[in-house]
């Protein structure tokens, strides 16, 4: 069965902490999401990659980076975190002319 | 105004009803039409994609696209409480392209 893993289900971070979110993927995907998920908001998009080395910034960059050093592997850097990023992160994959995305399970970061 | 428009809810439906769920949208040039559920703490699960204009079946799931009005509906017949879920539209203009999400309904079925 393909696969996108998120390495955590649950995070809790302290403010101004450095935070790592990592996403794999065992499909072979070329593009590569981070949304972030709010009541009332929706998905909105963080940050996308179309390849390896390549990141595009989405709706709301600010205060993340992305890594994406190996086509499989997604990563989400939250550089100094803040209690405003708490909440849902969702990692998606699609295949480019594929039939929509493919989702991790979420992790849930809580920052105190 | 957004770009795609879903009824937040909640839906709250007794088992075995039959269920619509439905968005709107206002770019002309979207022509991928997706349906995902997501339940409580999960990822959202594709559910069902559809091409253009018309219906398509899959089990007790219609999907169904008005290109002319700009609205697509999902249909859930005999609707289970393991239906109980957030469901979301999703469309592009593209295949594989970048998708445009709807808020999301969350629909509750009682038994």
């Known amino acids: 069965d393909v696969k996108v893993t998120q390495s955590s289900r649950y995070l809790v971070k302290r403010t101004g902490e450095k935070v790592f979110l990592e996403c794999v993927q065992d499909m072979d995907h070329e593009n590569m999401f981070w949304y972030r998920q709010d009541p009332g908001l929706g998905l909105r998009l963080i940050y996308f990659s179309y390849d390896v080395k390549m990141k595009e910034k989405g709706d709301i960059p600010e205060g993340y980076s992305v890594s994406r050093e190996k086509k499989e592997r997604f990563s989400l850097i939250l550089e100094s975190a803040s209690t405003n990023q708490t909440s849902m992160y969702l990692c998606?994959?699609?295949?480019?002319?594929?039939?929509?995305?493919?989702f991790g399970s979420g992790t849930r970061l809580t920052v105190v | 105004q957004k770009e795609v428009e879903q009824d937040p809810g909640p839906l709250s439906v007794p088992e075995g009803a039959i269920v619509s769920l439905n968005c709107t949208y206002s770019n002309s040039a979207f022509q991928y039409f997706m349906w995902y559920r997501q339940y409580s703490r999960k990822g959202p699960e594709l559910l069902m994609y559809t091409y253009s204009s018309g219906n398509k079946e899959d089990g007790r799931f219609t999907a169904q696209v008005d290109k002319s009005s700009k609205y697509i509906s999902l249909f859930i017949r005999d609707s289970q409480p393991s239906d109980s879920a957030t469901y979301l539209c999703?469309?592009?203009?593209?295949?594989?392209?970048?998708?445009?999400f709807g808020g999301g309904t969350r629909l509750m079925v009682k038994p």
């Open positions: 998606a994959s699609s295949l480019t002319g594929g039939p929509g995305y493919t």
């Open positions: 999703a469309m592009s203009s593209n295949a594989g392209n970048m998708l445009t």
